[in-house]
């Protein structure tokens, strides 16, 4: 098997349906042995209702094969996608991301074209339900929308490796002994669990083993999905939650890329760093932190930051 398209869903019967007719409608794919997994996490509402209906009608191209996985969090999920894949190749699609009818050709060539890729991801575009909030450049790569032009890049090249990017896990392609060889079964960071954000980071964590084993990681401007994103995201509840968890998982992620001797020299580095954006911000936007969205998201943003050492050694040690 060449190619496995690996969908992760949470009571997704609102968004799944419109995926599964994305996935089955793609193109150019008559050289490519591929199926298509759903990975359950124990939704509570009528998804696999859905997906068996689909695959009562799937077409012969490929496979659509339906897996319930009652361990909740993202990172679960996802590792039963890679469990049960197939495909040497595994692209994850979550239930609200919707490809181009040509998402499953591209990616597949572009393994081919670039053999140390490890791991890359494509452009993820914004399919709005409402207009988004003023000044939503600012935060839209962690929403996320993800556009870096026409051209491909290396995440693990000095110009990014040096600012610590990688791509989400939306719309990621991974080889699957890759993973295998160097992601730990068990990740610190276990991403969504439920309607909990606590946890997010766990891509970016899988990501910087790939990388510090010597994968290179890239963006393929060729692989398009589109990410539905409706109005209750843009409100300053549901963006306050979901910053403190991104903001929470920080440390964890810096961390990886040093060696354990370096860690106690550059810990106090970043906390001095963090505190000074952290005044910075509020200063500047200290009249506007109760009306400007945006602004409050970036500012619970930096204060999860400032303490996410204390978070992350708790959830490790302590909790231990």
Not at 9 to 32: A, P
Not at 57 to 76: I, K, M, R
Not at 300 to 316: E, H, N, R, T, Y
């Amino acid at each position: 098997m060449d190619f496995t398209v690996a969908i992760r869903t949470y009571n997704g019967e609102k968004y799944i349906g419109r995926l599964l007719e994305k996935v089955r409608s793609q193109t150019q794919t008559d050289g490519v042995q591929w199926e298509v997994i759903v990975v359950d996490n124990n939704s509570t509402d009528s998804t696999a209702a859905i997906i068996k209906d689909y695959q009562a009608n799937w077409p012969s191209h490929s496979t659509l094969n339906y897996f319930l996985e009652t361990q909740q969090g993202a990172s679960f999920a996802r590792r039963r996608c890679i469990q049960e894949a197939k495909g040497e190749l595994i692209g994850f699609l979550d239930d609200d991301n919707y490809p181009a009818a040509d998402w499953v050709y591209q990616a597949y060539s572009f393994s081919h074209d670039y053999p140390k890729a490890g791991a890359y991801s494509g452009q993820i575009h914004g399919d709005y339900e409402v207009e988004p909030p003023p000044h939503f450049e600012r935060i839209a790569n962690f929403i996320p929308v993800i556009e870096r032009g026409d051209k491909p890049l290396c995440y693990t090249s000095y110009q990014y490796a040096r600012k610590k990017v990688y791509p989400p896990g939306a719309g990621l392609v991974i080889r699957k002994q890759v993973w295998l060889d160097n992601v730990p079964q068990k990740l610190v960071l276990q991403g969504p669990v439920g309607k909990s954000l606590m946890t997010k980071g766990e891509d970016i964590e899988a990501l910087s083993y790939i990388a510090a084993a010597g994968w290179e990681i890239w963006y393929n401007p060729k692989m398009h999905i589109y990410h539905y994103i409706p109005k209750n995201r843009f409100e300053r509840e549901y963006l306050i939650k979901f910053f403190k968890g991104v903001g929470l998982s920080r440390h964890r992620t810096r961390m990886l890329n040093y060696k354990p001797w370096q860690k106690p020299l550059i810990f106090p580095a970043y906390f001095v760093n963090d505190l000074r954006k952290l005044l910075l911000h509020f200063w500047k936007y200290r009249d506007v932190l109760e009306t400007d969205v945006v602004a409050a998201a970036q500012f619970q943003f930096l204060q999860s930051c400032l303490v996410s050492p204390f978070f992350i050694w708790k959830k490790m040690y302590l909790k231990k």
